[in-house]
C-alpha cells in the first residue's frame, strides 16, 4: 500500500479528524497496521505517510537510491501537510536506524 504525501493513508478511528501523523520509511508502513488497531481503540485517529528506503529526515539526500525515489521531495511535502494540518498534535516517526546511520542490521537479519 501506498501512504507518500500525495497518497496518505487514515487510520484509526474512522469519524475522527487525525490528531496523528505517522512519518517513516518501509519499517513505519510494516507497523500501521498496529498503530491502526491502538488508535481505534484510544477513539483517535491518523494519517500515515511512508516511502520505502526514506527515512523521516529533512535535507538529506541519498545518493545511494535510484532516481525518482527522492526522498528530500517526500519528507519537505510530508512536513508541508503535517504543518497545514493544525489538529496533528503528535508525530511518531519510525524507521530503520539502525542500517541508516551506523551500517548495522538486526541480529539474524540477512543482506549486506
Not at 24 to 43: Q, T, Y
Not at 45 to 52: I, L
Amino acid at each position: 500500500m501506498r501512504m507518500d504525501a500525495e497518497n496518505p493513508c487514515f487510520i484509526g478511528a474512522p469519524d475522527e479528524q487525525p490528531s496523528v501523523a505517522i512519518w517513516g520509511d518501509s519499517h513505519a508502513g510494516a507497523i500501521v497496521p498496529g498503530f491502526d488497531e491502538w488508535l481505534k481503540s484510544m477513539g483517535r485517529s491518523a494519517v500515515a505517510y511512508t516511502k520505502s528506503a526514506c527515512l523521516p529526515l529533512l535535507g538529506v539526500y541519498r545518493a545511494d537510491l535510484l532516481p525518482g525515489n527522492n526522498c528530500e521531495q517526500h519528507n519537505a511535502s510530508v512536513i508541508a501537510n503535517i504543518t497545514m494540518t493544525p489538529a496533528i498534535d503528535t508525530v511518531i516517526i519510525f524507521g530503520r536506524w539502525a542500517l541508516a546511520t551506523e551500517g548495522t542490521r538486526a541480529k539474524h537479519e540477512p543482506g549486506n
